[in-house]
């Protein structure tokens, strides 16, 4: 079996014509992806320097001397460590925005940029500018921490991404060259490092590349990076007994966890450290698991994914509980208020899951996907595309991030740009790339994992098929899908997700009910399609009270209410102050309406409520009484567009 | 009117007999204060040394020469700035046991240290070791931090304290000289210092002093400490400044406010900031309230102590919601997990209170008194007066702790000794000075504030009376007082408190009924008194569950459970894990026992309750069901005795 023939359908084969994804494409097209230009060039008044295109021009004029981009000689590296990867993000997802919308002012930039890379790149292929500009004596020292292979493995990606995109190789070669390069140095033959990415996304995106060159080395090197990880002795430990022994996490219960790096891969069934790095690492698994059909290697991915849906991600996709090392924490440990759930993990996560359906198509792996999508990612940008959320609270109180410690990493409102600007550019290369998330072709049979307005192609059982989906979802659950078989009837099987978070739905073929087998979460279609076969689902979609798992201590007595894949919130704007005080009423007594003008369209939903009364007196403690409590409509709004109206407090989870 | 008459009875005009604080008391003098000492005295193996009593020896043979304590003259000053207030607070709570229970070798020990604390005084009554140690030229250039004028006052009510107990004056008169050595360099005049302490205590221990010496400059250094505190400009700004504007509070919301200096102290109506520094000046500036009768300052008072019970006191006394700062944070914010609640900010708010009530016998103040008591003070100390809280967390999750960073500060297990070991010898003396928290004489009244087994004398109207007092509380309500009035009956007043927690009770005087009115919440009966008056109490003592006010977020939907003066909680030792996950079963639906053999005897409620049911798949959110509950009899211990079965969950707030 061609295990390759599992991945999506190309973004190139997909064209979204979306009323809700649309605008939020466009928005990045023509907000984002220009002012994160002008950023990485330091063009933005009042913001502070990115550095990232000047580090990148002076490491070419210290490489080639007769090159001069007017940065003096004697300037340092400025910003991160891992500054170099903002452009490479800025790349990828400007690439993707070539396909659906070809713009060649976009296409010079990208030009500019990759010329001013490629020429910072050394004779054998290296290509970092932290240590081009300070010493590259001192490189693939401190692989634990300094980011290099983080930086290698997201020009990868937008090596890859620019190519399929353009068809332009430069930046493709040079990686291929710097690939080449790491592989000198890194490895498991003796005289080579036997080491790995400290943040990890290099192994995911080696099979990408390998996706291209199809060159084993290429899948080599990821599978070397995965099997290498954790393993005895340890590689960071060595390290950093070379470094002096400056552990950051000497302290800490996650030690070498931090780094997915504690044990070997293969044996961490619980997803822990470093939220961004765990599922970046976990997706590169989950390629590698596919590709090389390794069992235990697919089994510690399955209970990873199990881990993290089942124990550790909260209902809007977001996940990392911790500020304290921006990670993971334990299970069932999901505090609302301090939660990190950094915009990027979120990001991770719904990497995570594609990969696991490449394997198998299984409704949870999409069901995560989708909730990540439409709360816990989307929820990290504004809704002009101008401000962004690091961390994803499911909580805001505006005193208690002033005053409260706990909290200081939780923000009100979205900020303009991060010095670690790590989750502007990654939202734009999860968007502007949605189309690589719709459809799948897995042996035969076409699935669809993403309901949204759009027009696909493909080929199976020798034909060309193309469908095309029309929708109001997620604010409507019908959805419309029809067939065109230009070169006559193809025969296969059409896989339809039936969404987790819906209980009743109906299903019509050509205007007949129909009610196929449902497995994994997918009714199966087998039959032969011909043009103008229309399928028509209308998933129920009533608001839904949603409890969690008596083992969470932080949401006892509480509900979250949603509607479809949307996770709703109440929001000070529309329900005041003191949310706490505020209780659902009967369930069942809500109205839905769509407000089109409110938040750039959304469908709002009021609840019966009651609000507690205050006391007669001022006590802060009295014995139990009766509740006093008077009438409060309640207003929900979708969480990810909290924040959009000025600072004030926010709540997912609503006493009941 | 002298105001000084208002002070409550001396400690030796009281003796203590009570089943309940007898053995607490015997505990700390035969337990805590010996192990102290040694500890002083660097003398307990295996734990860290204090260096406290090796600093006076060397401070003491810097500064003569001819001394020889056998500590090498170039050892440095050991252990925190503030090292010298152990010993201070050590001889304070020695000297207040030696009322109660005389004990010559202890005497010695007093003597001993006391010799060798007087031999480092300076020549001009200066000491404070850290200085003499490191260079005198230093002296008074950091009081914001430095702790200076801290030990100055922890010396200044030892001085009192021993005094007081055993009549010899040469710690009194070595303080009197510190004193005069510090008004000669802080105070209003030019060429003064302009300043006061980083660390509040000089003002309560000051007017203490004056309550000995009747020396109007003890009051009036006192008054000027207040008085200068916050005024602009501002002093530790200054004082910052000429540091070199290393200020650790400069990204705090906190700033001055930290150290209570952001402005007068007679706008500060909020409590903020460090919380034992809060409360303990906040006990100065009722002290000094109290004796000039500034209507300013005792309003103020009022102001911040309504604050501090209305709207920033855990239900057990404890003060401090946020380990940032060890401080106050903000009205209703009372996170019960990572709450701070330091055993000493404890004791300082007992100390607040008791002065308030020195001011006007209400029953607010002695409410607050009596809760801090039976609950967030004594929760400080292990059972076997081996081991302490710094901090008194109202939830307890042994993983947490681990894992979460939020919680470090939160011990599962009381420990032995602290670097920074204020704690224990804070509990060693006011359990010690108990005496002088029961009963006060107020312009002719006598008024009882707390009861417990105990005899006292006072004189009013001229003549000598006693009374005795008999009680099993706090487990039982009843109370019986017995008046002697050996020369001849005595008229007066006789205020009984009806405590706050208290909803229903009976007065009998000499076996009849009485109804006397009740003012303030002291029943108030005029008299003249006899031998053999008697007058017997029954507070009825039902089970409580008590709720908090709704502007608090974290006590939705739960209530905790009280009787009398005792807060209760949950264990993991009699209820298992995941408290989080039970339930109060029908209000009323309880017994009481008193079990003579657990937790060196506690009185115990079990409760109706339940638990939910795992569910039967193992997802984290489902739509919202109706719970499955089991039913689970809660077995709730007080409060203060948790943490003495080995490490486990605990919590004091549990659903409903």
């Known amino acids: 079996m061609d295990r390759l023939n599992q991945i999506p359908l190309s973004m190139k084969d997909i064209a979204i014509t979306d009323s809700f994804w649309s605008p939020f494409m466009e928005r990045i097209r023509t907000k984002v992806i220009p002012y994160q230009w002008e950023a990485l060039n330091d063009r933005v008044p009042g913001a502070e320097p990115s550095y990232c295109m000047r580090n990148f021009k002076l490491a070419a004029e210290l490489t080639h001397p007769e090159l001069n981009y007017g940065v003096p000689r004697d300037t340092g590296h400025g910003g991160m460590v891992f500054q170099d990867s903002d452009v490479a993000k800025w790349i990828e997802a400007a690439a993707y925005s070539l396909v659906w919308s070809p713009d060649p002012e976009l296409e010079k930039s990208l030009d500019e940029a990759i010329d001013i890379i490629c020429s910072a790149q050394q004779e054998d292929g290296y290509l970092d500018t932290f240590y081009i500009i ?143 790095r765990a599922v970046y690492l976990y997706s590169g698994m989950a390629d590698v698991a596919r590709l090389t059909g390794d069992k235990k290697l697919l089994e510690a991915c399955e209970a990873l994914f199990a881990n993290i849906a089942g124990k550790q991600m909260y209902i809007t996709g977001a996940i ?43 409704g949870m792996y999409a069901d995560v996907l989708e909730k990540t999508l439409y709360n816990g990612i989307i929820s990290g940008m504004s809704l002009d595309g101008r401000a962004f959320f690091y961390v994803n609270p499911l909580e805001a109180l505006p005193e208690a991030s002033l005053k409260d410690r ?122 032969s399609w011909k043009s103008g076969d229309r399928i028509t689902c209308v998933f129920d979609m009533p608001v839904v009270l949603v409890e969690s798992n008596p083992h969470v201590r932080e949401n006892r007595g509480k509900a979250a209410v949603m509607r479809g894949p949307v996770v709703y919130c109440l929001e ?31 469908t709002v939903i009021s609840f019966a409520g009651t609000r507690e009364k205050d006391w007669s007196t001022d006590v802060l403690y009295r014995p139990l009484d009766k509740p006093a409590l008077e009438d409060k409509p309640l207003c929900f709004i979708p969480y990810y567009a909290w924040a959009n109206r000025g600072p004030g407090e926010m709540t997912v989870w609503v006493n009941r």
Request: aromatic share 12%.
């Open 134 to 276: 300070n010493g590259l004596d001192k490189r693939f020292t401190n692989l634990k921490d300094n980011h290099e292979l983080y930086c290698f493995g997201h020009f990868l990606e937008a090596a890859a991404a620019h190519y399929e995109a353009t068809g332009k190789r430069k930046l493709l070669d040079a990686l291929i060259r710097y690939t080449e390069c790491i592989d000198k140095h890194i490895g498991p033959e003796e005289g080579k490092l036997h080491g790995y990415p400290g943040h990890e996304i290099a192994e995911m995106a080696l099979i990408r590349l390998y996706g291209i060159t199809k060159n084993e080395k290429h899948l080599g090197l990821a599978k070397y990076f995965i099997d290498e990880r954790g393993k005895a002795p340890l590689y960071f430990e060595e390290e950093t007994k070379r470094n002096g022994n400056d552990f950051h996490w000497k302290d800490s219960y996650m030690q070498y966890q931090y780094y997915q790096a504690g044990k070997p891969v293969r044996e961490q069934l619980v997803a822990e450290g470093h939220a961004v």
């Open 320 to 362: 990392g509980q911790s500020a304290y090392g921006e990670a993971l924490s334990y299970d069932y440990d999901l505090p609302n208020d301090t939660v990190y759930g950094e915009t990027c993990a979120a990001i991770g996560l719904a990497f995570f899951a594609r990969r696991m359906l490449e394997i198998a198509p299984k």
């Open 406 to 527: 706990r909290m200081r990493h939780v923000k009100i409102e979205r900020q303009r740009w991060f010095v670690c600007a790590c989750c502007p550019p990654n939202i734009a290369r999860i968007v502007s790339s949605l189309g690589g998330y719709v459809h799948s072709l897995n042996t035969g049979t076409l699935y669809t994992h993403l309901y949204l307005g759009n027009e696909a192609k493909f080929t199976v059982d020798g034909k060309e098929v193309s469908l095309k989906t029309e929708t109001r979802y997620p604010w409507e659950g019908r959805v419309d899908i029809t067939f065109t078989a230009a070169s006559g009837a193809a025969f296969f099987t059409y896989g339809l997700r039936i969404p987790g978070w819906c209980r009743s739905y109906t299903l019509e073929l050509n205007e007949e009910k129909i009610a196929p087998a449902v497995q994994n979460g997918y009714a199966l279609l087998k039959r």
């Open 572 to 602: 000070e704007a529309d329900n005041g102050t003191e949310l706490y005080r505020l209780r659902l009423g009967t369930p069942g007594a809500y109205s839905v309406t769509h407000e089109r003008d409110l938040l750039e369209g959304v």
